[in-house]
């Protein structure tokens, strides 16, 4: 399978059919048995993690601001982490969690807690970004921010991988990728575009 740049690829399939085994694998969270796996760039997971033990004394603007632990395009000094904590903020708006961030991750309801999540992952700046079911436990109208933030993100380049069943996310999508049974299928394309929206081979 391939996930080019500048597109959301959908990625689909029944319950245990793998879809979260292979993202962690793609994002280099689990190493592959078998077979290769090339990323061209940077890697952002946005994981599903619906539930928070009480005692995780993180507020929303740690959790987010754990998006750019590690990241060694910041160096250090006053002014990356100037930068850091304006790629934070930014993020924190984009979900619209703006007035959130001294909040306790483990008090947030469980779509906060997704929205939060993503915005960890847009924080990491990275070029590649892949989410396990983004959509689970959101509100239509947080459903559809997030779909036009990930569209946005493609429209810069970026190569958005998204685990989803949602219907409207896989019409979204620019291509559909279907896993049943550790086999991945091309499911469809829609984009009746000319192509992806960034120039750029795929990886
Ligand atoms: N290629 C594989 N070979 C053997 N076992 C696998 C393989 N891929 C996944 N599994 C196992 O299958 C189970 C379900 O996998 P996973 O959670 O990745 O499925 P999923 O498609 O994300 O399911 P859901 O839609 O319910 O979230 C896990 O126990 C996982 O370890």
Redesign the pocket.
């Known amino acids: 399978m391939e996930v080019p740049w500048g597109t959301v690829t959908a990625l689909t ?12 694998l793609l994002a280099g969270v689990r190493r592959p048995a078998g077979g290769v796996i090339e990323r061209d760039a940077d890697v952002a997971l946005v994981v ?1 993690r619906p539930a928070a033990p009480e005692t995780l004394s993180l507020t929303v603007q740690d959790v987010v601001a754990m998006g750019t632990w590690g990241d060694r395009k910041y160096g250090r000094g006053a002014r990356s982490s100037r930068e850091r904590a304006r790629n934070v903020s930014r993020a924190i708006a984009r979900v619209e969690m703006g007035g959130l961030e001294r909040r306790p991750f483990s008090a947030l309801s469980g779509g906060q807690r997704q929205r939060a999540l993503l915005a960890q992952g847009l924080a990491r700046s990275a070029r590649i970004l892949i989410l ?2 983004p959509a689970a436990g959101l509100d239509h109208e947080s459903q559809t921010r997030a779909r036009r933030i990930l569209a946005e993100e493609a429209d810069r380049g970026i190569a958005v991988l998204c ?1 989803t ?1 949602d219907r409207a996310d896989i019409a979204a999508a620019d291509h559909v990728l279907r ?1 049943d ?2 086999v991945v299928l091309p499911e469809s394309t829609h984009r009746a575009g000319p192509g992806p929206r960034a120039p750029g081979s795929g990886h």
Not at 13 to 23: E, I, Q
């Open positions: 399939g029944p319950n245990g059919a793998g879809k979260s085994t292979l993202v962690e599903q396990d079911e685990v069943h896993l049974r550790g």
